[in-house]
Structures are given as C-alpha cells and as structure tokens.
C-alpha cells in the first residue's frame, strides 16, 4: 500500500467555520507534512511531525492548527478563515529521519478548499 | 540556502516531440533530486529521482541524469504524448532534523497536441 488518503477531496467553508483536513497512511512513515498549493505555484511547506512531535512549522498563522494522533493519521483543523486562504492542501509522508531514507516524500490527492 | 531553476512554461509541443525541460540547483552537501508531475486537479506523483551524482532516475520513458559538475537534472523524453500533458516539478531534498525538506522549481506546464 503505497498510498497517502486525504479527506474530504473538496470543502468549501465560511469564514466563521470550523473544519478539518484529514490525512492517513499505512507506509509505516514517520515524518507527516501538510503543504499548501495555490494555483500555478509549487507547493509551500506549512508543518512537518517528525515521530508524532511538530518539527517544522513554517510560520503558520494560527489560524491553521496541525494535530497527528498516531503515527498514520494527521488532521489540519482550521478556523476563522480568510478568502486568500483557499487553496489545494496536499498531505505528504516520507521515512523518518531515523530510517533508511531517500528523501523521496509520497503526497495525496490534496483537499481543494473554498473559503467564502 | 537551497534553491531549484527550473525552465519556464508553458511548453507547447506535437505528439512524439522529444521533451527536454531544464533544471539546475543549488545545495549545500549532497541532495537527493526528483521530478514531480501534476495531472489537472491532481496531487503530485514521483516521476523519477537520482540520490546521487552520475545516477539516471527513469520512469514512463522520461529520463534524468545527476549531474554534480553542471549542478543539474535535466528531465527528457523521446516522444511525447498527449497524456504527458502535466505540470513537472524538479526538486530536491534535505534532510533537517525535522524531516526531509523538499525545495521546488517553479514548476513547468506541458502542453502536448496531436
């Protein structure tokens, strides 16, 4: 199973909502990543859970509050949204750091979000 | 710090057109090099990758050669086809304490007609 799944595939929010990004994957990795994409961009480091802790946050409004449970799941709740901040939100795992690793990371689908 | 060039787009090319798009890096050490493709309205998927110099990652007839003396990683293919029609993504990896960091190009856009 070489897949990473990303919940819901589209969501469109007001700004006021609260929601969640989900992402799981049976890899058995232990780094987690949630990027952000807008259109015609690369994509943009937002978190990094290396073994279940918080490694990287790259200056993430607040607004945006990554959580990994356990080791194959890791939600992105979000809150009090901006318009600017609809995008694609793509999940990615790789090999911990501890692990034989090439560096390659494996992405989702991507949550497509709308905020209104 | 890191960074990827990667040539601009749109690139706009006939079917079985040979395909280069160009890449050139800046690392510190040694990184691993990869080329992401994007299908419309998609993730991004590993086309290829190369974690050292001299190694040639290939996949769905699509080529790529680590070239440490040239600091490049240059993407070709012999006969495009419409199906190619993607954006491509060259980048790199570092591995920080937190995880692997991938910095990307800018990404170009493949067009490909009959």
């Known amino acids: 199973d070489t897949e990473v799944t990303q919940t819901p595939k589209h969501l469109v929010m007001g700004m006021t909502n609260k929601k969640s990004l989900k992402c799981e994957q049976h890899?058995?990795?232990?780094?987690m990543y949630w990027y952000k994409q807008k259109a015609k961009k690369p994509p943009e480091l937002m978190f990094v859970?290396?073994?279940?802790?918080?490694?990287i946050n790259e200056s993430v409004p607040s607004r945006f509050s990554p959580e990994c449970p356990n080791s194959s799941l890791l939600n992105l709740h979000l809150h009090a949204l901006q318009p600017e901040d609809s995008a694609l939100y793509l999940c990615?795992?790789?090999?911990?750091?501890?692990?034989?690793?090439?560096?390659?990371?494996?992405f989702g689908e991507g949550s497509r979000l709308t905020v209104l | 710090g890191d960074s990827v060039t990667q040539m601009e787009g749109p690139v706009t090319l006939s079917e079985e057109a040979f395909l280069t798009i160009n890449c050139t890096y800046t690392a510190t050490g040694y990184p691993s090099l990869f080329w992401y493709v994007q299908y419309p309205g998609e993730g991004l998927q590993l086309l290829l990758k190369?974690?050292?110099?001299?190694d040639k990652g290939s996949n769905k007839g699509f080529e790529a050669t680590y070239r440490k003396e040239t600091t490049s990683f240059h993407l070709e293919k012999g006969s495009v086809q419409v199906s190619d029609s993607a954006v491509y993504f060259c980048?790199?990896?570092?591995?920080?304490?937190?995880?692997?960091?991938?910095?990307f190009g800018t990404g170009t856009q493949l067009k490909v007609e009959l």
């Open positions: 190369a974690t050292k110099a001299d």
């Open positions: 980048a790199l990896s570092g591995l920080t304490g937190g995880g692997n960091k991938l910095t």
């Open positions: 859970y290396s073994y279940e802790k918080l490694s």
């Open positions: 990615a795992s790789s090999q911990g750091i501890r692990d034989s690793n090439t560096g390659e990371l494996f």
């Open positions: 890899m058995g990795h232990r780094a």
